[in-house]
């Protein structure tokens, strides 16, 4: 039985969390877990899980769940968070939260020993430097939930890394992947959020179809397989059935397939190295799809994947800038306040005007990752 804590419960990946934790009562057992602003799922979740801790974001929600449920403690606000995170019952943290917010506690999780099942790519992206040190130091593994990286952590079992030619991360291509960028001047949020492959939060959507999500993963993928950049390629792939590849210097591949459902992946996070059955899984049956198709990606018709590069490139507080610099972007594009393509258009300004500073500490890191967002905000 493995205890586990939930940082953001009511989300789509900790959602499909919990739909696995349901699945396998003998196996594993939520012990916390936190949400944002979603109190009525927290009701639900303790009422069907009856975990010891729970997070919410503000005092005001904290007081109405203590008051109804007063068996179960809980807690709030970013010091809520990281109580979750390090919850001493726990055996794994599954990461799940949304954005640099997830970085305090994955570091104090790492530093309490927690293992680590790492959703939150902008953690990573953010400070990927200080996670894989702290990781190293206290010899915590980092398991991969993202489906491309599950896909190559999968295709890496038994092979060493010193044969490894280059990481081959597969993109959907996202919502709008079929338009050029002359048709996405007039985009709107609720044809953005229409993604043709997977269900997902509103935030990773939007990112897919800037491609950011894709820049993103390029460096989470450089930290989590410590891979220099020019050793990682992105492959236009619009079924999404080959989730990643990994080529060895032999010129053999070896990818990982399987329908979208962001379930398989963090299943194999909790039960690494071993398997389960997934019962409510679609099995693949590739003579139905028939085929699969492949294109080279367009650095100029996706030009966040450009900007992601080129930050992870530069390293020390760029990665930051770009992240930060997304999230506040995306977030206003959400709230109907700039269009579609002015996303990609704020995130060159914070890059441009912004001189990267090397082995950024945490302090430095929270700093850059505040002012950009204030930066981003003086230009709406
Ligand atoms: N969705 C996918 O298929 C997928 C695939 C690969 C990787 N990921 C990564 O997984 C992470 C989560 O993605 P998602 O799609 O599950 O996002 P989501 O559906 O938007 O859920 C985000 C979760 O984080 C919580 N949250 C947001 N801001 C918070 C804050 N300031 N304090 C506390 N909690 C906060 C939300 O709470 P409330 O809703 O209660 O406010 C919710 O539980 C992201 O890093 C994403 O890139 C997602």
Known sequence: MKLISLLGASGSIGTQTLDIIRQHPNDFKLAAFSVGKNIDLARKIILEFRPELVSVQTKGDYHIVKAEFPGTKVTYGD????????????????????????????????????????????????????????????????????????????????????????????????????????????????????????????????????????GLEVIEAHWLFNMPYEKIDVLMHKESIIHSMVEFHDSSIIAQLGTPDMRVPIQFALTYPDRLPLPAANRLALAKIGSLHFQEMSFERFRCLEFAYSAGKTGGTMPTVLNAANEAAVAAFLQGKIKFLQIEELIEKALIRHQPIEHPELSLIQEVDKETRQYVHSLL
């Open 79 to 214: 010091e809520g968070l990281i109580e979750t995170a390090v919850f001493d019952k726990a055996d794994i943290l599954v990461n799940a939260v949304l954005g640099s917010v997830g970085l305090n506690p994955t570091l104090q999780a790492i530093e309490a020993g927690k293992t680590i099942a790492i959703a939150n790519k902008e953690t990573l992206v953010t400070a990927g430097h200080l996670v894989l040190e702290a990781a190293r130091k206290h010899q915590v593994p980092l398991l991969p939930v993202d489906s491309e990286h599950s896909a190559i952590f999968q295709a890496l079992q038994g092979e060493k890394d010193k044969n490894i030619e280059r990481l081959i991360l597969t993109a959907s291509g996202g919502s709008f992947r079929d338009r050029t960028r002359e048709e996405l001047v007039d985009v709107t949020v609720e044809e953005a959020l229409n993604h043709p492959n997977w269900s997902m939060g509103a935030k990773i959507t939007i990112d897919s179809a800037t491609m950011m999500n894709k």
